[in-house]
């Protein structure tokens, strides 16, 4: 049998990793900048994270949502107080776009309607709501296409009132810094325009905080920035380092009714040994602090360029914007001076780096980026 060929892949095969190092079966090493898209926040195999998943899987690995289990407790009220929503429900799942249908559903169940306004360039995931949630219509299918969408042009706060005026708008999702399409940070008089908006017009506020949030942009959810409060924020990415995991945020405003969400593998004892762990690492080690240093080092530091547009972004979450094709200069980073970065669209590298990165490594980074330019 072979593997359905959906992904573009690099002849690279890592086989082992530690903190922003990643060895091929060459034994080759490689810095990481990209973070397996932006997932690793504590760095690969750090010791006290392998233990902690070690320890769990020798007592329990797996049981059902319909058992008590105190891992999930343990999150919600570390992930209330590291976050500040201590007054928020946590609803655990197992992935971003997951996270995303989840919001839309609580969202559409709790006003009664069943349109969502989204923006130009979002990028929600590949389910079925989520996908028809993202303003890319190479990957919606026609049945994910039956789904009441609205595409509003981000900072026009203007085409957002008019489509919630039409009363049937269940709720706004935005992401807190647009990842994939191009690290477009929202201007904060829109964010703060679309929280009284949706207070006006009766609808939910959204945040997709799947990959702007835990920590990466400098605070723990890139809204947090804006000053504002959403009604439901989703997560995924980082929440466990790689292993697989997702959640929602639900504002106290929100009743729970038993059966409205569920999942099978939600909440499961070895995701939630790892996210524990990921909180515990992340405060003791002080890495949302770091990815802002460390990213805002690497941001003033890019060396000026006529080939580079534009540099953007906050903490740990960068976007180079080109005048051209980057392809070239991300291969040769890659298989020259053996750095992982990402792409938005062509023309941008995105820099999506374990929170742990040190400034020896960021000055790595830039030496052989310049070398490349
Ligand atoms: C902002 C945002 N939302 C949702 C997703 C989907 O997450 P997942 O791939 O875990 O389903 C992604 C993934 O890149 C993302 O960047």
């Known amino acids: ?43 690969h195999s750090h010791p006290d994270y392998i233990a902690a998943l070690t320890d769990q899987l020798n007592k329990i690995g797996f049981y059902s949502n319909s058992v008590k289990n105190p891992l999930q407790e ?22 971003g776009a997951e996270s995303n249908e989840n919001g839309a559903k609580l969202a559409s169940f709790h006003t009664g309607k069943d349109r969502i306004i989204a923006f130009n360039k979002s990028f929600h995931g590949r389910t079925s709501g989520a996908v028809a949630l993202t303003d890319n219509p190479a990957i919606v299918s026609p049945f994910n296409a039956n789904h009441k969408v609205t595409f509003c042009k981000l900072n026009d706060a203007q085409s ?10 269940a709720a706004v999702i935005i992401e807190g810094i647009q990842g994939c399409g191009g690290i477009n940070i929202p201007e904060v008089s829109f ?26 942009t400098g605070k ?6 804006y000053d504002i409060k959403p009604d439901i924020i989703t997560m995924g990415k980082g929440i466990a380092n790689g292993f697989p995991c997702g959640g929602i945020l639900i ?25 524990n762990a990921v909180l515990d690492i992340m405060n003791r080690e002080q890495l949302i602090d770091n990815a802002l240093k460390v990213g805002e080092y690497i941001k003033s530091n890019i060396p000026a360029s006529t080939k580079i547009k534009e540099v953007r972004g ?30 938005a669209g062509k023309n941008m590298i995105r820099l999506l780096a374990p929170l742990c990165l040190t400034m020896s490594e960021a000055d790595e980074f830039l030496k052989a980026f310049n070398e490349v330019l």
Request: hydrophobic content about 45%; proline content about 2%; overall charge negative.
């Open 74 to 95: 343990m999150l919600a009220q570390k992930l209330g107080k590291a976050c500040g929503y201590e007054d928020y429900s946590l609803f655990l799942d197992n992935s």
């Open 191 to 216: 964010m703060q325009s679309l929280r009284s908006l949706c207070d006006k017009y009766n609808a939910v506020l959204i945040l997709d905080e799947v990959q702007s949030g835990y920590g990466r």
């Open 1 to 43: 049998m072979n593997l359905f060929d959906v992904y573009s892949l690099f002849d690279v095969t890592p086989v082992k990793a530690k903190g922003c190092r990643v060895w091929d079966n060459a034994g080759q090493e490689y810095l990481d900048l990209y973070g397996g898209h932006a997932v690793i926040s504590i760095g």
């Open 160 to 169: 957002v009132e008019n489509e919630l005026a039409k009363g049937d708008v």
């Open 314 to 343: 906050k903490g740990l979450m960068l976007g180079i914007e080109f005048n051209e094709d980057v392809a070239p200069i991300r291969k040769a980073l890659l298989f020259e001076k053996h750095i992982f970065t990402g792409v």
């Open 220 to 225: 723990f959810f890139a809204h947090q920035w």
């Open 251 to 275: 504002s106290p405003k929100f009743n729970a009714v038993k059966g409205m969400l569920g999942t099978t593998f939600g909440g499961n004892y070895l995701a939630m040994a790892a996210a």
